[in-house]
């Protein structure tokens, strides 16, 4: 069984830093893709970031140049550090990554349980 659990949300003050974290545990033979994705409340869960095995990563235009995701393969973790914090980022956190694993040998799709982060002053 696989899983993925993520850590490091809680409450931070505008212009604030928070870094989140997510392991992967289970039959893993190799992770492709890792992701972070975001619900805010009252809204549709959006795109945060991505990454790939080989480390290329895409952003949503509202946290480019200020989150920055990054993965530990050998320990088959994704993060999440983000600076300059607004009210606006406030939701709940998603991991998510495309994990071949097994047996039997198969890909699928996983989500984490989601982590809060509020951003108030």
């Known amino acids: 069984q696989v899983q993925l659990v993520e850590s490091g949300g809680g409450l931070v003050q505008p212009g604030g830093s928070l870094r989140l974290s997510c392991a992967a545990s289970g039959r893993i033979y190799s992770i492709v893709a890792m992701g972070w994705y975001r619900q805010p409340p009252g809204k549709q869960r959006e795109l945060v970031a991505t990454i790939t095995a080989r480390r290329t990563t895409a952003y949503a235009d509202s946290v480019k140049g200020r989150f920055t995701i990054s993965r530990d393969n050998a320990k088959n973790m994704v993060y999440l550090q983000m600076n300059s914090l607004n009210p606006e980022d406030t939701a709940v956190y998603y991991c998510?990554?495309?994990?071949?694993?097994?047996?039997?040998?198969?890909?699928?799709?996983?989500w984490g349980q989601g982590t809060q982060v509020t951003v108030s002053s």
């Open positions: 998510n990554a495309n994990i071949t694993g097994g047996p039997p040998i198969r890909t699928n799709n996983y």
